[in-house]
């Protein structure tokens, strides 16, 4: 046991012990640190000489003509579906239909210059304002309706496009219909 406090003494005491080596800034006054290996290596900038500059103009109406060209084959494709997705303003929806004719003739009688359309989707009846291709559009009719029909608010939707002619069938292609 006591050989052991004589060690932990002799321990501590070495440990202790100052050391003359350490001093302040200047001996760090010499030091000298290279990075240059871990830097990346850069080509050499002549090549923008080389480069010959665009005319804008030219670019421009290349751009312009290539958007144009797709901006029509999207527009055509759009033409040709039956339907588009939008928004509509919801001023009813449940299953009492008597309700519904309600709700319908109170904004007419409200709003004139409104037309609602009724829907029947097995089993509710819904009354609905307004076809709008944008959020932003239908907005201004909702906060119009809002104040009479607290419970209204703006739904996404498909219509049917009106330029959109379906199929015409014949009697080849109506053959075994009803």
């Given amino acids: 046991m006591r050989k052991a406090r004589i060690l932990w003494l002799a321990i501590l005491l070495v440990g202790c012990k100052s050391t003359s080596n350490v001093s302040g800034p200047e001996s760090f006054a010499n030091y000298q640190e290279s ?5 990346p290596d ?3 900038f002549q090549l923008r000489q080389q480069v010959q500059v665009v ?14 060209e797709i901006q029509k084959g999207v527009y055509e494709k759009n033409k040709s579906e039956a339907y588009f997705g939008g928004f509509t303003v919801l001023v009813y929806s449940g299953i009492d239909r008597n309700q519904a004719f309600k709700t319908r003739d109170e904004i007419v009688a409200s709003f004139p210059e409104i037309e609602p359309e009724m829907q ?3 089993p509710r009846y819904l ?5 709008y291709a944008y959020k932003f ?3 201004r009719i909702f906060s119009t309706l809002k104040s009479e029909f ?8 498909r219509f049917q496009r009106k330029e959109y002619l379906p199929p015409v ?5 109506a053959q075994g219909q009803n």
């Fill in 120 to 122: 029947y989707q097995q």
């Fill in 127 to 131: 009354v609905k304002v307004g076809k």
């Fill in 137 to 139: 559009e239908a907005q």
């Fill in 42 to 44: 850069y080509p050499d």
């Fill in 55 to 68: 005319q804008p103009s030219t670019s421009q109406l290349s751009v312009d003509g290539a958007l144009k």
């Fill in 150 to 157: 607290p419970t209204a608010r703006i739904i996404q939707d």
């Fill in 35 to 39: 990075i240059s290996l871990n830097l």
């Fill in 169 to 173: 069938t014949n009697d080849q292609n």
